[in-house]
């Protein structure tokens, strides 16, 4: 039943569900990823080959035209499908790196970076002293050990002055020059952040040209697909005597029918029903590519 399997290959077209489209990729135990590589190939290479099963060779001519119309829908769907589109161009859908948070981002740390860590040491320290003098209005705290604080107390505020004092100005010119750095990296982040952008942008653009290129061949190349199917199935006639011939096989008597092309030969032996099928569905389809 080869015949058949090519000639559902061939027949890249779309209609209304006759039976449902599980029940034939069960009933001929073929996949969807062989039914997809099938209709890839006919739109691309006009190339058209399935494997065999010995299932159809039980199908009445009803049910080889119920199973071309389900097929057709299936093989309509994945046509119209983005994925078909990236099989097509031979790329998967393009992804971007998530960048709309950055802005935000790099000014937080911006903002972080310009925070003097020398004066938030200092102001730390400070509140360390604070936090001790409130503790002396503890009235569980005797004089001893109110006096002892107290010499605490006093000791780390001299400490933190002489500290204060000694490392202020070179903490600070050493922090100047790290800001500056800091805002000289901050605009070429924010220059980077832009660039970036933009490039996503022009590969966004130029994904959207090649798509749109791609569809426009596709359909180009179907219509020729369909056409072409119309053309050859234009008037078969059924009905057409056949003869004996060679090692067993029938020939047309017709030698005009004989000299047709194995495409043609496939056709005929599908069976009217089927291909009428096909023809009808075949037809509505060009119609929407119009």
Request: aromatic share 10%.
């Amino acid at each position: 039943m080869k015949p058949i399997y090519l000639f559902f290959s061939c027949i890249i077209l779309g209609g209304t569900l006759a039976f449902k489209p599980k029940d034939v990729f069960n009933d001929l135990n073929i996949t969807h990823q062989e039914v997809k590589t099938q209709i890839l190939n006919g739109i691309k290479q006009e190339t058209y080959r399935f494997p065999v099963n010995k299932l159809a060779k039980t199908l009445s001519p009803e049910a080889r035209a119920a199973a071309v119309t389900a097929l057709a829908v299936f093989a309509r769907e994945y046509v119209n499908s983005k994925d078909f589109l990236y099989d097509y161009m031979g790329t998967g859908e393009a992804t971007y790196e998530d960048i709309s948070g950055a802005e935000e981002n790099l000014a937080a740390q911006f903002a972080s970076a310009e925070a003097s860590s020398f004066q938030m040491q200092i102001d730390f320290s400070r509140q360390g002293i604070e936090y001790m003098k409130k503790a002396l209005d503890n009235p569980y705290l005797g004089a001893a050990e109110k006096a002892e604080m107290k010499k605490q107390i006093a000791e780390a505020e001299k400490e933190l002055n002489v500290f204060e004092q000694e490392h202020k100005e070179q903490q600070l010119e050493i922090e100047k020059e790290a800001k500056e750095n800091n805002r000289k990296s901050y605009a070429q982040a924010q220059q980077d952040l832009e660039d970036q952008k933009a490039q996503q942008e022009l590969l966004k653009g130029l994904q959207k040209e090649e798509e749109e290129k791609t569809a426009k061949e596709i359909r180009k190349q179907l219509k020729i697909r369909l056409e072409k199917f119309l053309a050859d199935t234009e008037g078969m006639d059924f009905n057409a005597k056949l003869i004996p011939g060679r090692n067993g096989v029938s020939k047309f008597a017709d030698p005009q029918l004989e000299a047709k092309d194995k495409q043609w030969k496939l056709y005929f032996r599908a069976g009217e029903a089927p291909v009428m099928a096909a023809r009808s569905f075949a037809k509505d389809w060009l119609k929407e590519l119009e």
